[in-house]
């Protein structure tokens, strides 16, 4: 299979709900990061995790790499929140390489 | 703070010509990339280079060349563009996990 699986592919949320987004990886993973891309095409780093979990703000990941699994998890959406995520994991190895998920593209409503 | 340039933000091009792609950085990171997005697929990595004249293939090389003629630099030629063909393509750079993007060059063959 895909070496990363994300899903949802697509996500509507209306503003103030809290809902989460998943990559599973089909090998172990030395690392995750997390990409929001904008209305404008540039991709902005949410996390980077070699393990566990971080939060920022309304945002929080989880990275288990025994398991082969990352979460993203929104709180409180805000319209601001729209666009594209990106999950993307290194496997490994000498060059820092990443392998990443189709992404999700959510929508927040008011 | 530094910046990730890339040239042009739009272009087009008419099938069979050779067309390049301008990525320029100052964070003075080593390693640099070059991934396409296509709607629906993600990124996917094209060329990437780990220092100056260093030059490694991704999973997409074919029909692509790259050169990397300085560290700040990181040129990205389609050989033969096809027709009907719309994507982006964006560059990055990173030193270890700090990876940082470009804003994209939108491609348009007609």
């Known amino acids: 299979g895909m070496p990363v699986e994300q899903n949802p592919p697509a996500l509507s949320l209306y503003e103030g709900a809290d809902s989460g987004l998943r990559c599973n990886f089909s090998t172990t993973m030395k690392s995750v990061q997390w990409f929001q891309q904008n209305h404008r095409g540039r991709l902005i780093t949410l996390f980077y995790?070699?393990?566990g979990t971080k939060e920022n703000g309304r945002l929080k990941s989880t990275f288990n790499s025994k398991e082969r699994y990352s979460t993203l998890h929104i709180k409180d959406a805000q319209l601001e929140d729209s666009g594209t995520y990106f999950c993307a994991a290194d496997s490994g190895g000498s060059n820092y390489k990443l392998t990443f998920g189709k992404g999700t593209l959510l929508t927040v409503t008011p | 703070g530094g910046i990730i340039t890339q040239t042009p933000k739009f272009l087009i091009g008419q099938e069979g010509q050779k067309l390049t792609l301008k990525c320029q950085q100052n964070?003075?990171?080593?390693?640099m990339y070059w991934y396409r997005q296509d709607s629906g697929k993600g990124l996917r990595l094209i060329y990437y280079s780990i220092t100056e004249n260093d030059l490694q293939k991704g999973d997409l090389s074919e029909g692509y060349d790259a050169s990397r003629e300085k560290k700040s630099s990181f040129s990205l030629t389609v050989t033969s563009a096809q027709k009907n063909e719309m994507a982006v393509f964006l560059c990055?750079?990173?030193?270890?996990?700090?990876?940082?993007f470009g804003s994209g060059t939108r491609l348009l063959v007609i």
């Open positions: 990055a750079s990173s030193k270890n996990s700090d990876y940082t």
């Open positions: 995790l070699a393990q």
């Open positions: 964070f003075n990171h080593d390693t």
